[in-house]
């Protein structure tokens, strides 16, 4: 199916902030980094500081770069498609975790499908998971809802449509913002949400100030964590 002669895409995981050790990426991982020097970024300073954090012997300028982000066009995407094509193997990686997660590269993933390029996912960390596994909410079934309305009154109603949704579903709502609008989305699921839902916090996640808490919506509105600017998942289920 696949053909031996082009090249392979890698999925890789990056950390999940600049103050994450990179100790979470498994040495599987970092030796196949360091192996290529053909990679997408969403960001190149991200990715290259990235890259300069698994191995500082790496040579940045022998590196060739392209950049995938919300605003590639398909064109460009058929650029980075043909370079596989013509057999070199190449990374992706995001700005933070995992690739295609809540981030733009699916699109990359979804032509290398069409054209039968291998593509690989490298194991790594991923903060919907991690905050999933320590939340004790319902692991069985899940929704990850991505970014809330910015609006407020508009983010308030979808809050109260996904509570309805756990409630029917039994199902845990997750999602992420923006760390700076954090503080908003944290009030407003205190002001919208039942006293009785769960809520679970998990802040950055495999740092050393990394925070974990999970509890009545009663107890959020007594007890405000300290979340500002601090990149946050979100997670609640009706009980």
Same mark, same amino acid.
């Given at each position: 199916? =696949?053909?031996?002669?082009f090249?392979? $895409?890698?999925? %890789?995981?990056?950390? $999940? ?10 040495? #599987? ?10 990679? #997408?970024?969403?960001n ?5 500081? =990235? ?13 060739? #770069?392209h950049?995938?982000?919300?605003? @590639? ?19 992706? %990686?995001?700005?933070?975790?995992c690739?295609?997660?809540? !981030? ?15 593509? %690989?996912?490298? #194991?790594?960390? @991923? ?52 760390? =700076? ?6 009030? !407003? ?5 039942? !006293? ?11 740092c !050393? ?7 009545? %919506? ?22």
């Amino acid at each position: 199916m =696949y053909k031996s002669s082009f090249g392979k $895409l890698y999925l %890789i995981p990056n950390t $999940l902030s600049v103050n994450s050790c990179t100790d979470v990426i498994p040495e #599987v991982t970092k030796k196949i980094i360091k192996s290529l020097n053909c990679f #997408v970024f969403e960001n190149e300073k991200f990715g290259r500081l =990235y890259i300069k954090k698994i191995s500082s012997k790496i040579c940045q300028k022998n590196l060739t #770069v392209h950049i995938l982000n919300k605003n @590639s066009t398909e064109n460009e995407i058929q650029n980075i498609i043909e370079i596989l094509l013509n057999g070199n193997d190449m990374g992706l %990686i995001t700005d933070s975790g995992c690739p295609a997660i809540a !981030d733009p590269g699916s699109r990359l993933i979804y032509f290398s499908h069409k054209k039968n390029i291998k593509v %690989i996912p490298l #194991v790594g960390p @991923s903060s919907i998971l991690l905050a999933s596994m320590s939340s004790g909410l319902n692991g069985q079934s899940f929704s990850f809802n991505g970014y809330l309305p910015i609006e407020k009154s508009r983010r308030k109603s979808k809050i109260k449509f996904y509570e309805r949704q756990s409630s029917k579903n039994n199902q845990t709502q997750i999602f992420i913002e923006t760390p =700076y609008r954090n503080e908003s989305l944290f009030d !407003d699921m205190c002001e919208t949400l039942e !006293d009785s839902t769960l809520l679970s916090i998990a802040t950055n996640l495999t740092c !050393d100030s990394e925070f974990i808490k999970t509890d009545r %919506i009663s107890f959020w509105k007594k007890n405000k964590p300290s979340i500002n600017r601090k990149p946050t998942i979100f997670s609640f289920l009706r009980i």
